[in-house]
C-alpha cells in the first residue's frame, strides 16, 4: 500500500480495507484449487462455487472504488491483470473439469482485456523479475486457449509476442530458468506447425481455419426410429507418445481427440470485458441445475499418467457414470511388447501401451530373475476387464494396438474396441512426431485423406466439394449399420449417440480408405475392431468403395487407389 492508512477518512479506511480482505481472500482460495482431487465431480464444484463468488465480489469491487483504490491504495495496473489472469484460469480450469466448451469463451474474454488494456505493460520494469514471469505464463495459457478456439491468426500473434517477451526477460534478468522459457516457445512452434498439415486456402491464397469440433451439419443422420440405449457420458484421454510434439501437457493426439469429442462452442459476441464491465458471473453448476442436459460429455486428459494415477481415473469415472451412460477411453500411446507370442493368457503376456516411460520399478526389481517382469506402466487389457462391468468404448492408438484385439467382455455389457493399425508406409514414417494416422482419420477424415495422398494444399471450395463426399459415405455407412443383420449388438448399444456413431463411421472410412490405398499392403497397415465388423455388409461394401473412389477422383489422385478385386487390396483378417 503506497498511500498512508492514518491520512485516510473512514469511508476510505474501510474501502482499502475490504479491498485487502477480498485479495487476499481470493489468494487462499485460487492457492486451495491446486489441493482439489482432479477427479469425481462433487468434491470441487462447492470450492470453486466459493471461488468464483469471491472473485466475483472482487472484480466488481476495484471497478465501483476504483479512483480511490488507485489514489489512496495505490493500486497498480498489474495488479488489476493479475486478477483478470486469474479469472481466465478459473474459467480454464472450469471447461477443463466440466468439458463445457463456452467456458472457454469466458477464459478467453479476460486473457483478451488483458492485452488490449495492457494490464502487464510495465512488467519488465519492475526491479523484480516475478512479476515478468507472470507476464509470460499469461501469454502461454492464452495462446492455449486460442489454439483450442481455433484462433490461429492470434495465436501467430501471441507467439510473436511471447518471443519479444522472453528476450526482454533474458536481457533484463538473466534468469536461471532461461533454457525452460526457450524450449517453451519451441514447443509452441512445433505444435503449430505440426497441426497445420494441410493447407485450406481462399480465392486470395489466404489460409482458412477450420473447426473439427462437431455440428448439427457435420453429425452423422440416424434412421427415424432407431432406438438410443446408451449416451456418452465419461470420457479419458490418454497421451504418451515419446517422439509426438506436445505443449501444455497436450500431445498433439490428446489435442486432435479432445476437440472431437465437444460441440462446436457458440460465441457470446456481448462478452467485451473493459473496467465498466459487468463482473464474471459464477457458472451455473449442474447440481443447481439438474434438469439441464449437459453439452459435451465430461472429460479427463491425462498426460503420461502412472498406471495408478491412471487406475484412479478410470475408477472415478466408473463410479460416476449414470444408468444408460457408457464411457470412452482413447489411448495414444507407443507400444509395450510382451513376453511370449503364444500364449493361453492374452490379458497380459500379448503387452500393451505405456502409459508413463517412468521405470520407478527398476532398482526395486532388480534382483528378481530376469524375464519374469513386466513394465509397470504398461496398460495391459486385462488391466481393464474390471471396468467392463459397465459399457466401454476403448479406442487405442499404438504400434502394439493388436494386444487388446482379443479383449476379453467377460460381463455381457456393451464393448467395443478401435484399434488403430500398427504400421504406416516408410514414406509416412518421419511424420510420426506429427500426431498419429488413425487419430487424424477420427478427428478430420478429410485431412487424413489428403494426408495419405500427399496433398499439401486445397482450396476452400474443393475442400467444400470433398467434405460434401465425405458427408455421403458417413451417411451411407449410418444405414448401413443400422439395417445389418450381422452386426454385433454393442454396436447398436452405441449407435445412438453422436460422438461414439461418429467415431464408428470414420473408423470404417479410415479402413477403406486404406485398404484400397495401394502404399498400404498388409494387415498391420489396417486399423481393427472388435467385435469385429461384417464385412460384406460394412467393410466390403460396394457403395463405401465407390464413395471412397468418386473422393479420389475429385482430388485427381485416382491413381493411388486400387480398384475393388485388384490384387493389391489385402483384405484385414
Given at each position: 500500500m503506497s498511500g498512508d492508512v492514518n491520512n485516510l477518512d473512514e469511508n476510505e479506511k474501510k474501502i482499502v480495507n475490504e479491498f485487502c480482505h477480498l485479495l487476499e481472500k481470493s489468494k487462499q482460495l485460487f492457492n486451495g484449487l491446486r489441493d482439489l482431487p482432479q477427479y469425481g465431480h462433487k468434491q470441487w464444484q462447492s470450492y470453486f462455487g466459493r471461488t468464483f463468488d469471491v472473485y466475483t465480489k472482487l472484480w466488481k469491487f476495484q471497478q465501483q472504488h476504483r479512483q480511490i483504490l488507485d489514489t489512496k491504495y495505490g493500486l497498480k495496473r498489474w495488479q488489476i491483470g493479475e486478477v483478470a489472469s486469474k479469472i481466465g484460469q478459473l474459467y480454464y480450469h472450469y471447461y477443463l473439469r466440466t468439458s463445457e466448451t463456452n467456458y472457454l469463451n469466458e477464459s478467453f474474454s479476460f486473457y483478451s482485456a488483458i492485452r488490449m488494456r495492457a494490464y502487464y505493460s510495465k512488467a519488465n520494469k519492475e526491479e523484480r523479475s516475478d512479476l515478468m514471469v507472470k507476464k509470460l505464463r499469461y501469454y502461454a495459457r492464452f495462446i492455449v486457449v486460442c489454439l483450442l478456439l481455433k484462433k490461429m491468426k492470434l495465436v501467430r500473434d501471441l507467439v510473436r509476442e511471447l518471443t519479444k517477451q522472453i528476450d526482454d526477460y533474458t536481457s533484463t534478468y538473466e534468469p536461471e530458468d532461461q533454457m525452460e522459457w526457450n524450449l517453451v516457445l519451441g514447443e509452441i512452434k512445433a505444435f503449430i506447425e505440426a497441426?497445420?498439415?494441410?493447407?485450406?486456402?481462399?480465392?486470395?491464397?489466404?489460409?482458412?481455419?477450420?473447426?473439427?469440433?462437431?455440428?448439427?451439419?457435420?453429425?452423422?443422420?440416424?434412421?427415424?426410429?432407431?432406438?438410443?440405449?446408451?449416451?456418452?457420458?465419461?470420457?479419458?484421454?490418454?497421451?504418451?507418445?515419446?517422439?509426438?510434439?506436445?505443449?501444455?501437457?497436450?500431445?498433439?493426439d490428446m489435442f486432435r481427440m479432445l476437440q472431437t469429442l465437444e460441440r462446436e462452442p457458440q460465441e457470446d459476441l456481448t462478452t467485451q470485458l473493459f473496467d465498466t464491465s459487468p463482473a464474471p458471473g459464477r457458472p451455473p453448476f449442474e447440481n443447481g441445475n439438474q434438469g439441464s442436459r449437459r453439452e459435451n460429455p465430461h472429460k479427463y486428459l491425462l498426460y503420461k499418467p502412472t498406471y495408478s494415477q491412471l487406475n484412479t481415473f478410470l475408477a472415478s469415472g466408473f463410479k460416476e457414470l449414470p444408468p444408460n451412460g457408457a464411457m470412452l477411453l482413447y489411448i495414444s500411446a507407443d507400444g509395450c511388447l510382451g513376453n511370449a507370442k503364444h500364449t493361453d493368457d492374452a490379458a497380459y503376456d500379448l503387452g500393451g501401451v505405456m502409459t508413463n516411460s517412468r521405470r520407478d520399478s527398476d532398482i526395486a526389481n532388480r534382483n528378481k530373475r530376469p524375464g519374469t517382469l513386466k513394465e509397470m506402466h504398461c496398460l495391459h487389457p486385462g488391466d481393464l476387464y474390471p471396468y467392463t462391468r459397465k459399457p466401454l468404448f476403448l479406442i487405442i492408438d499404438s504400434d502394439n494396438s493388436s494386444a487388446f484385439q482379443n479383449f476379453a467382455n467377460l460381463f455381457g455389457q456393451p464393448l467395443v474396441c478401435l484399434l488403430s493399425p500398427e504400421q504406416v508406409p516408410t514414406t509416412m514414417q518421419d511424420q510420426h512426431q506429427k500426431g498419429n494416422l488413425f487419430t487424424l482419420f477420427?478427428?478430420?477424415?478429410?485431412?487424413?485423406?489428403?494426408?495419405?495422398c500427399n496433398i499439401i494444399d486445397i482450396s476452400i471450395n474443393m475442400w467444400d466439394k470433398c467434405q460434401g463426399q465425405i458427408d455421403k459415405f458417413m451417411t451411407e455407412a449410418s444405414r448401413l449399420f443400422i439395417r445389418s443383420k450381422s452386426l454385433d449388438h454393442a454396436y447398436m448399444q452405441f449407435i445412438g449417440d453422436d460422438f461414439l456413431r461418429l467415431l464408428m463411421l470414420r473408423f470404417v472410412f479410415c479402413y477403406i480408405v486404406l485398404i484400397l490405398h495401394r502404399g498400404f499392403k498388409g494387415p498391420s497397415f489396417y486399423p481393427i475392431s472388435h467385435p469385429p465388423l461384417p464385412t460384406d455388409e460394412i467393410l466390403e461394401h460396394p457403395l463405401l468403395y465407390k464413395a471412397v473412389l468418386d473422393l479420389s477422383t475429385i482430388l485427381d489422385c485416382r491413381s493411388l487407389f486400387a480398384e475393388p478385386g485388384e490384387g493389391d487390396i489385402h483384405v484385414a483378417a
Open positions: 497441426e497445420n498439415m494441410i493447407n485450406v486456402m481462399d480465392v486470395d491464397s489466404s489460409f482458412i481455419v477450420l473447426s473439427h469440433r462437431l455440428t448439427p451439419i457435420n453429425t452423422p443422420p440416424l434412421d427415424k426410429g432407431t432406438p438410443i440405449y446408451l449416451t456418452l457420458q465419461e470420457i479419458l484421454i490418454v497421451g504418451n507418445c515419446h517422439e509426438q510434439v506436445k505443449f501444455s501437457e497436450l500431445t498433439l477420427l478427428h478430420s477424415p478429410l485431412m487424413a485423406f489428403c494426408y495419405v
